[in-house]
């Protein structure tokens, strides 16, 4: 099985520029800013989404239905981090509607930047732990139909 790490890393990097642009509104003044986040934060969920089915299909699931996840030592903490981050970004968009923006203009820049950093951080682990080992190891699998 051959797995196109190109295509996640083009993934990758469609959410590493639209966690820029969302950040980079923050950084203007909230007249400014705050009416394009919206949209901002509509396209960084869709990449993350699309990131996570093409992960899903690609790495996740033949490893684990051929039993390799286990081969990937980092493999299990890679993996919670993601569900974690998820269930931090859902909690996040609920906790940050457009009312609580507007009243906390710099406190949603603080905390848009912690959980940016954190997704950031798993997608540079994801790059260097997790592709090249998923890579290796699906290489002589035939996929799954």
């Not at 980079?24 to 003044?29: E, F, N, Y």
Request: charged share 25%.
């Amino acid at each position: 099985m051959q797995l196109d790490i190109g295509l996640l890393e083009q993934q990758h990097a469609a959410i590493v520029a639209a966690v820029g642009e969302l950040r980079s509104l923050t950084d203007r003044p909230l007249d400014q800013g705050l009416p394009h986040i919206a949209k901002a934060r509509i396209t960084l969920a869709k990449v993350i989404a699309d990131n996570v089915a093409t992960e899903i299909a690609a790495i996740h699931a033949p490893l684990k239905a051929h039993g390799m996840a286990c081969r990937i030592p980092d493999y299990a903490d890679i993996e919670t981090r993601s569900c974690t981050l998820r269930m931090s970004f859902s909690a996040h968009i609920a906790e940050w509607s457009t009312a609580t923006i507007r009243q906390d203009w710099s406190g949603y820049g603080r905390s848009l930047r912690k959980i940016t950093a954190t997704l950031l951080d798993l997608l540079d682990r994801e790059e260097r732990i997790l592709f090249p080992a998923a890579r290796t190891l699906l290489a002589g699998v035939r996929p799954i139909r």
